[in-house]
């Protein structure tokens, strides 16, 4: 028994050594970003590099606050990530239900095809997209940002897995029966019904939004 008792002690310190392992790990980055705020510029790239911070820290600030519009980019980056999230949970919950629930000719050849965009790197598309987004006259606009992302393979797809399992067809013919039009069964029926799925797409689509570089640069330059 006392054997066992030991061996149980040694695991639980165990897994919450490595747990605070992982933990600073993580507060790494952020510390690290921290550090570099805090040094000049030439600092930055210097070997070995500084893990103390400095005392540049609030003439770092005011040079980026003089220098550039900070607080209207964060705006413009806050406003492109919410009205593409609110797009793509929008249309990839109606393409997901239409998936899951609705009978219709080529449903799972298409949803196939949707399927294996998921595939394709999304850099090949960037150059006719741009020559789409300069024959539109949006360079520039965070229109051009916010539109091409309004609906992904990965919401249809999460949307149409979630829908699938978690609404019985029997609601759907009810409704129906009761002379509810389509779009009524997906607001009244669906949508109260997938406030999970809602959540997570959401988190995960702001995030990949607010995060993402290389479209929004080739853009809005």
């Not at 000719?105 to 399927?115: N, T």
């Not at 509810?180 to 939004?209: D, E, H, K, Q």
């Amino acid at each position: 028994m006392a054997t066992l008792r030991k061996k149980g002690l040694v695991n639980k310190v165990t897994i919450h050594i490595l747990l605070i392992i992982g933990a600073l790990l993580s507060v790494f980055p952020l510390y690290w970003m921290f550090v570099m705020a805090t040094q000049p510029n030439h600092v930055i790239n210097k070997l070995p590099p500084a893990v103390v911070p400095g005392d540049k820290l609030v003439e770092n600030f005011q040079n980026v606050l003089e220098n550039i519009d900070f607080f209207g980019a964060m705006w413009n980056s806050f406003v492109v990530a919410s009205l593409t999230t609110l797009g793509v949970l929008f249309f990839s919950s109606l393409a997901g239900f239409a998936f899951a629930k609705l009978q219709f000719k080529g449903r799972e050849k298409l949803f196939a095809v949707i399927l294996i965009t998921m595939m394709i790197p999304p850099q090949l598309g960037l150059i006719p997209q741009y020559f789409i987004i300069t024959k539109l006259g949006w360079l520039n606009d965070l229109k051009a940002i916010i539109v091409p992302g309004l609906m992904n393979a990965f919401g249809i797809f999460w949307m149409r897995q979630y829908i699938k399992d978690a609404i019985p067809d029997e609601l759907i013919e009810a409704a129906k029966i009761d002379g509810c039009s389509i779009f009524r069964v997906y607001w009244n029926i669906v949508v109260p019904s997938i406030l999970p799925a809602f959540a997570t797409l959401g988190i995960l689509t702001f995030m990949f939004v607010w995060n993402d570089f290389l479209w929004p640069l080739t853009v809005c330059i």
